[in-house]
């Protein structure tokens, strides 16, 4: 089981960018796929974004494709979810997935672990 960590997360004006992060305990080949999701209370976890660890095909969720980028850096295990133009139904605390089993990109229970997640909220 890989450990993840996040972190980058914090309260934005609309408009402004946060970075999260996502390191992760060992290196993550399982299922060459990270993801970041985000849950909002009283709401299913959603799916944002998602990354392959070998060749870099990345996906997006339509809400925040050419406002967000996802990326890695292999040689430190770690995952990035750069997020501009921040609305605030962005508000959500952020959750990095790992160990990818299959499936659709987007659905949560295709991933085995998880971290803990950082707060995000954007205010008006």
């Known amino acids: 089981q890989v450990q993840l960590v996040e972190s980058g997360g914090g309260s934005v004006q609309a408009g402004g960018s946060l970075r999260l992060s996502c390191a992760a305990s060992?290196?993550?080949?399982?299922?060459?796929?990270m993801a970041w999701f985000r849950q909002t209370p009283g709401k299913e976890r959603e799916a944002v974004a998602a990354?392959?660890?070998?060749?870099?095909?990345?996906y997006y969720i339509d809400s925040v494709k050419g406002r967000f980028t996802v990326s890695r850096d292999n040689a430190k295990n770690t995952v990035y979810l750069q997020m501009n133009s921040l609305k605030p139904e962005d508000t959500a605390m952020y959750y990095c997935?790992?160990?990818?089993?299959?499936?659709?990109?987007?659905?949560?229970?295709?991933?085995?672990?998880w971290g803990q997640g950082t707060q995000v909220t954007v205010s008006s």
């Open positions: 997935a790992a160990d990818y089993r299959g499936g659709v990109w987007s659905g949560p229970s295709n991933y085995r672990d």
């Open positions: 990354i392959a660890i070998l060749g870099g095909g990345k």
């Open positions: 060992r290196y993550t080949y399982s299922g060459n796929l």
